[in-house]
């Protein structure tokens, strides 16, 4: 009887030591499982991190991008604004010409614009545009200033004729008058 329930005994600590084994596995298999998750999140955290940085890193590149665009605008701009200082102060000087300062005017105009116009940039339509209206505006006032003369001396062209006839028509009075008092005197004595 004894030996029947060796066998017996034999095949319940066989699956005595089956059910260990199992559960070990399971246990095992189990960590394996939690220490897998654990991994995934450290890897997904890390992933978030490298995205987050790139992120960031990226943002202070367009920051110092945008700041270095900005910077160079206002010197691009400082730059036009001086170049287009540098030619209208030429063309106040134009403006203001008399007849025999304007070709030499002119001239340093055309210099000027050849070297500093098209540091213009975006004002450069504008200032072009000055330019040309500049030598207008000195040859139309050198016009006006000679029309002005020509009748300042039309003017006293015509006081002095006027002068010269009011003289004369003074001395015909006065010797038309001298002559009335020579004939009444005469007249006087012959009473």
Do not use: W
């Not at 995205?51 to 665009?69: A, D, F, L, S, T």
């Not at 545009?129 to 000679?146: F, G, R, S, T």
């Not at 020509?150 to 028509?169: D, I, P, S, T, Y």
């Amino acid at each position: 009887g004894q030996q029947m329930a060796q066998p017996y005994q034999q095949q319940q600590d066989y699956a005595r030591q089956q059910q260990q084994l199992q559960q070990q596995q399971m246990r095992a298999a189990h960590e394996q499982q939690q220490q897998l998750r654990k991994q995934q999140e450290q890897q997904e955290a890390m992933r978030k991190a490298q995205i987050q940085k790139m992120q960031m890193e990226e943002m202070n590149r367009k920051r110092m991008e945008e700041q270095k665009r900005l910077a160079e605008q206002k010197q691009r701009e400082f730059a036009e604004s001086r170049a287009a200082q540098v030619i209208r102060a030429v063309v106040a000087r134009v403006k203001v010409a008399k007849e025999e300062t304007l070709p030499q005017l002119q001239k340093e105009l055309f210099e000027i614009m050849q070297k500093e116009l098209v540091k213009c940039g975006t004002q450069m339509g504008k200032v072009k545009e000055e330019c040309e209206k500049c030598v207008e505006i000195a040859k139309q006032n050198i016009e006006n200033l000679k029309q002005a003369k020509l009748k300042e001396e039309q003017r006293k062209v015509e006081m002095a004729k006027v002068h010269k006839e009011a003289v004369e028509k003074a001395d015909k009075l006065v010797l038309e008058f001298s002559e009335k008092v020579e004939a009444a005197e005469a007249a006087v004595e012959n009473l």
